[in-house]
């Protein structure tokens, strides 16, 4: 109890996606798929109507952008980027605070999912929140080279990027798994990092808001650049 109040972003969003993935499971009946099956492999078929593909995002459908955030293929795939994000949480919201916390969070999500767009196959279909918390490690990274902490001989920083080299390896490794995605996360979130390194204590409305709307604006110009460009 005094973890969640201590952490209500954190614990939020993780219930978010466990509530989502519950729902998938569920809905995969209409489908001929039992729960307990769906819980296991979420069915296809229910993924696919929030899944971000860049040919239905070009045809009218950027809000997948932000649901395919929230949906994941697995059980597997879901327990371990809830306890990812259980773990860089407990820190990164208590630095950032919980607001910016928040943006930061769907601000990296966006990213990766941009990137999906402009690296991925037009047709192929992504899901799941590695890329909002490939964001959070960047974040850090951001943050902490602002600060002039970031160095090898920092053992948070030097544990992080051993995490980080070691998810990307299996993401180069195991078929299916977007390091596109997670490299657009990470990149995001090194600069709402970067930006918010000497506000991360403001108690200015406008200055906690900068890094949100930097990026926000950055994201904005991206996907509309990808438009008019791509389609």
Do not use: D
């Amino acid at each position: 109890m005094q973890n969640f109040s201590r952490l209500p972003i954190t614990f939020g969003l993780i219930g978010a996606c466990v509530a989502v993935y519950i729902a998938v499971a569920v809905a995969g009946q209409s489908y001929g798929i039992p729960v307990n099956a769906g819980i296991v492999t979420q069915p296809s078929e229910v993924l696919a109507l929030g899944a971000l593909v860049p040919s239905l995002v070009a045809g009218g459908e950027p809000w997948r952008l932000i649901t395919s955030i929230f949906l994941h293929s697995g059980f597997v795939h879901l327990a371990f980027n809830m306890l990812s994000l259980y773990f860089l949480g407990s820190f990164i919201e208590e630095t950032f605070g919980r607001g910016r916390f928040i943006a930061l969070y769907v601000l990296s999500g966006l990213s990766g999912g941009i990137a999906y767009l402009y690296f991925s196959g037009f047709e192929s279909a992504a899901v799941g929140a590695s890329g909002a918390i490939f964001g959070l490690l960047g974040s850090v990274f951001g943050y902490s080279l602002r600060r002039g902490t970031f160095s090898w001989q920092n053992p948070v920083i030097r544990q992080l990027l051993i995490l980080t080299a070691l998810n990307l390896y299996l993401g180069f490794s195991i078929p299916n798994i977007s390091n596109t995605a997670h490299l657009g996360g990470l990149a995001g979130g090194f600069v709402f990092g970067l930006l918010s390194a000497n506000s991360a204590y403001s108690q200015k409305a406008v200055n906690a808001a900068t890094p949100t709307l930097i990026v926000l604006g950055i994201e904005i110009l991206l996907v509309a650049f990808w438009l008019v460009f791509r389609v």
